[in-house]
């Protein structure tokens, strides 16, 4: 078990490109989960999927950030037209099953800067 | 919406002390879980407590959920204790809301 797997570890984009983030969740779990951490603003929830449905995107800035989650093994994240206040560690985590009493799983995130 | 608030923000150990850390949050949570994120690592779930108290190796935490507080207790901190504790507290919904964070530095 590798764990939740980010890619691209690190991604350094120009203002006004665009960014897509990869996700791969733990086998078998089917909650999948997407955060953003800023020395800011700390920890913020952005949207999660169950059985690769949408369930919540009520923390996505909604005109340039979307998610998807196309089969069950991965997901992404993608940004357009970056701005540099999207800079951040991106977070994508997963659970057997949705609900606080299972065990969440964090990747160990992408870094976007945004120049 | 809902606000989750830990103290201290930062804390100072000799090795050895016992830290207490506090997370306060503002509505009903139906989960709390304290997370441990070391210095430029991932976030690991450490333990579940919505109320009452609960203990796992030198760790133990106390939530009242009625007064809506919990505190995550490290008993003989180690260095490599050192980084930052994160309270999160569900809601309704799965997604969770999360605190500042207390970070940790425990010195040798």
């Known amino acids: 078990n590798a764990g939740v797997i980010q890619t691209p570890r690190h991604k350094v984009t120009g203002k006004g490109q665009e960014a897509t983030l990869w996700c791969e969740p733990i086998?078998?779990?089917?909650?999948v989960f997407w955060y953003r951490q800023t020395i800011v603003q700390g920890l913020e929830f952005l949207t999660y999927?169950?059985?690769?449905?949408?369930?919540?995107d009520s923390g996505m800035p909604k005109e340039r950030f979307s998610a998807q989650m196309p089969n069950q093994s991965h997901s992404t994240l993608k940004i357009q037209s970056t701005q540099p206040q999207d800079s951040a560690v991106y977070l994508c985590?997963?659970?057997?099953?949705?609900?606080?009493?299972?065990?969440?799983?964090f990747g160990a995130g992408t870094r976007l800067s945004v120049l | 919406g809902q606000q989750v608030q830990q103290s201290p923000s930062s804390l100072v150990l000799q090795e050895g002390e016992n830290a207490e850390l506090q997370c306060n949050f503002s509505?009903?949570?139906?989960?709390l879980q304290w997370f441990y994120q070391s210095p430029g690592g991932s976030l690991v779930s450490l333990l579940s407590?919505?109320?009452g108290t609960k203990h796992t190796g030198r760790l133990t935490s106390t939530t009242v959920t009625k007064e809506r507080r919990s505190s995550l207790h490290i008993s003989s901190s180690q260095t490599t204790d050192s980084g930052t504790y994160l309270c999160?507290?569900?809601?309704?919904?799965?997604?969770?809301?999360f605190g500042g964070g207390t970070r940790l530095t425990v010195r040798p």
């Open positions: 985590a997963s659970s057997l099953d949705w609900g606080g009493w299972n065990t969440l799983y």
């Open positions: 086998s078998g779990h089917s909650a």
């Open positions: 999927f169950r059985n690769q449905a949408p369930i919540d």
């Open positions: 509505s009903t949570a139906t989960q």
């Open positions: 407590n919505p109320s």
């Open positions: 999160a507290i569900e809601g309704a919904g799965a997604k969770l809301t």
